[in-house]
């Protein structure tokens, strides 16, 4: 069994053998002092994913080094799985994908075995190229959004598009998150909670703080007076009764959803409406806010996609600095930070 190995892809099945030779099960990972170097790393992986997307680089020379390294991500997916926040959990496979990716351009020999772990279907060719079959291109790559990636752009023989080695570790890339996105969170017994209490209150406060920095109100709750000319009117307009097309309302409660409203507080616009129906308004809302399916919902369109539906209503001088309506908030309230990747 090699041990770096293991420290570097500690999702691998051999990582998992080399913990269970190694430790003494889950229980003293999580107490005992023997482990608190684990503890440490594992609570850095998930601080490091929140906060600035990257999963910590520890020293892996010597076994102790490696076992504690290997033990800090399961660790990690527990205190994820505890937290139970899905903002949290896709920072954390993003991180956890991307630290993979770049320990994998650095290492080409390992990239068949991270292939077989994660069941993609390719398979390496003399001249340095990777065959894979277009099922696994296609579920891997269709977050990627250059046309460069379009399947219509690849090189495709008998079910195969063929890709250069860099190109291929970024399509693994997204099959580990995906994987770690689809096992977390995990089920975690209630009594293992009090030994991971102060770690997971200190997650807390970091996630809250992230949160309050991503919302467009800076966790303020929606004020009126910045919202951009296109929103102001479609409200005015739902509140007179009018009949609003489908991508108005879909505008609407994507962006109100952005700023953070509840569907309390979203459904409480439509209601002032003379001919509100209130069944088919919920059913829209929790449809486009993802409370129906579980999802995060839909984007809030941009500033050309409004004008192409002829949502772009009385544009200010503001407008013509901004492409999203969001921005426009943003800048209007004075929280306008950029902010990378969110
Ligand atoms: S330019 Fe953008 S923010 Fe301004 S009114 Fe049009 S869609 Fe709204």
New binding site residues.
Partial sequence: MDSLRAARYPFLSEASEFAEANSEGIEKLLSSETYAEARERGLARVMGALDNHTIPENSLSGEYNRLMEVLSYPYARILVSCVGDRLLLKRYALAEAEHMNHILTKDPDSVDLIVKELEVNATANRDGTVDMHFADFLRFSYVMKAVEWKLINSDIHNGFVTLPRDKFVRLLQNAYRLKIESELPLNVPDDFRKDLSSNLTKIDLALSAVKTRLSPTGGQGMNDAYL????RTIIEMAQAGQNLPHSARFALVTFLHALGLEYSQIIAIFAVSPDFNEAMSEYQIKHITGELNGTEGYTPPV?ST??TNG??????PL?EK?K??LS?YRIKSGNYQRQPKE
């Avoid at 951009?228 to 929103?231: E, F, L, T, V």
């Fill in positions: 951009p000319p296109c929103i500033c409004m004008r949502l772009c209503f009385d544009p200010d407008c901004v999203h309506p426009y």
